[in-house]
């Protein structure tokens, strides 16, 4: 029988974070069989380690809906969960996305590399405002419009105001259309409270989920956009909050280093006990 974890990431109590589940040995499964226990387990996504050569292990994810080529939490907390079983220490993910170093400390917080990010400038977003129910005056202009990508693609789109932020109400069938025809994992909806601490919420309707209470990948993808479009400097550290609005909150913290272009993102994942 298959051993399914439930781990949640980017948090140190399992009622919080992000769930994800975890198959440390999913050597034996299928496509149908990964897509079937994603399904069972329900979470946002689960991951399966489907193999392991010379120290690099093969993980892929999976979403109820569909597979997606790399997630931030689920990597986050199966790093955990073999960092718990072999031994803290330095990690590589090969993904459908690329190789994903990680590494867990004795905290067993875990920090992965992303792959090569870019970003992409978005003109008109009218569309996707009307499919949340928001307008254009309440977007910050300081942070515009755009999709930035580091092992997957995410729409950042900025409001000026926390309120604004806490009063996520949008058409899931049609916001699902407008990502699946733009190839986007979720929207990165973003509040900067200060210089390196930001509040972010992440539709993930491509996923079969109304929303992402802590989305790894998104905030890799949106380290990558406050650098390109000179936001920040590196080296920093930036901070995000996410998951409060769903009463699981979520810490991820964002590194930039001088001289690199991948991101880091870290986080603790912890053992949920029970399903749920």
Same mark, same amino acid.
């Given at each position: 029988?298959?051993?399914i974890l439930r781990y949640a990431?980017?948090?140190?109590?399992? =009622? *919080? *974070?992000n769930p994800a589940g975890v198959v440390l040995d999913a050597s034996g499964l299928d496509d149908a069989a990964m897509q079937t226990i994603a399904i069972e387990v329900g979470y946002s996504e689960t991951a399966f380690v489907t193999g392991e050569s010379d120290g690099v292990h093969q993980v892929r994810y999976f979403s109820p809906k569909a597979e997606v080529p790399f997630c931030g939490h689920a990597t986050v907390a199966t790093a955990v969960a073999l960092a718990e079983r072999i031994g803290r220490g330095e990690l590589v993910f090969s993904t459908p996305a690329g190789i994903v170093p990680v590494a867990v400390d004795d905290e067993l917080r875990a920090t992965l590399t992303s792959v090569e990010p870019y970003v992409e400038r978005?003109?008109?977003? =009218?569309?996707? /405002?009307?499919? /949340? *129910?928001?307008h254009a005056e309440q977007l910050d202009p300081a942070l515009p419009a755009a999709i930035a990508y580091a092992g997957a693609r995410h729409l950042v789109v900025s409001t000026a105001t926390r309120q604004r932020l806490a009063e996520l109400d949008y058409d899931f069938h049609r916001l699902l259309a407008y990502m699946l025809h733009r190839d986007l994992t979720t929207l990165q909806l973003v509040w900067?409270? =200060?210089a390196t601490t930001f509040h972010v919420r992440d539709p993930f309707p491509v996923g079969g989920v109304v929303e992402d209470p802590a989305? *790894?990948?998104a905030a890799a993808a949106f380290g990558a956009y406050l650098r390109e479009l000179g936001i920040v400097q590196a080296p920093v550290t930036l901070t995000l909050h996410q998951g409060y609005d769903l009463g699981r909150p979520s810490l991820i913290q964002v590194e930039l280093r001088a001289g690199d272009n991948r991101i880091r993102v870290s986080g603790?994942?912890?053992?949920?006990?029970?399903?749920g």
């Amino acid at each position: 029988m298959t051993e399914i974890l439930r781990y949640a990431a980017f948090t140190t109590d399992p =009622s *919080g *974070g992000n769930p994800a589940g975890v198959v440390l040995d999913a050597s034996g499964l299928d496509d149908a069989a990964m897509q079937t226990i994603a399904i069972e387990v329900g979470y946002s996504e689960t991951a399966f380690v489907t193999g392991e050569s010379d120290g690099v292990h093969q993980v892929r994810y999976f979403s109820p809906k569909a597979e997606v080529p790399f997630c931030g939490h689920a990597t986050v907390a199966t790093a955990v969960a073999l960092a718990e079983r072999i031994g803290r220490g330095e990690l590589v993910f090969s993904t459908p996305a690329g190789i994903v170093p990680v590494a867990v400390d004795d905290e067993l917080r875990a920090t992965l590399t992303s792959v090569e990010p870019y970003v992409e400038r978005v003109g008109d977003v =009218s569309e996707v /405002l009307d499919i /949340l *129910g928001w307008h254009a005056e309440q977007l910050d202009p300081a942070l515009p419009a755009a999709i930035a990508y580091a092992g997957a693609r995410h729409l950042v789109v900025s409001t000026a105001t926390r309120q604004r932020l806490a009063e996520l109400d949008y058409d899931f069938h049609r916001l699902l259309a407008y990502m699946l025809h733009r190839d986007l994992t979720t929207l990165q909806l973003v509040w900067r409270e =200060s210089a390196t601490t930001f509040h972010v919420r992440d539709p993930f309707p491509v996923g079969g989920v109304v929303e992402d209470p802590a989305t *790894g990948a998104a905030a890799a993808a949106f380290g990558a956009y406050l650098r390109e479009l000179g936001i920040v400097q590196a080296p920093v550290t930036l901070t995000l909050h996410q998951g409060y609005d769903l009463g699981r909150p979520s810490l991820i913290q964002v590194e930039l280093r001088a001289g690199d272009n991948r991101i880091r993102v870290s986080g603790n994942a912890v053992p949920i006990t029970e399903p749920g």
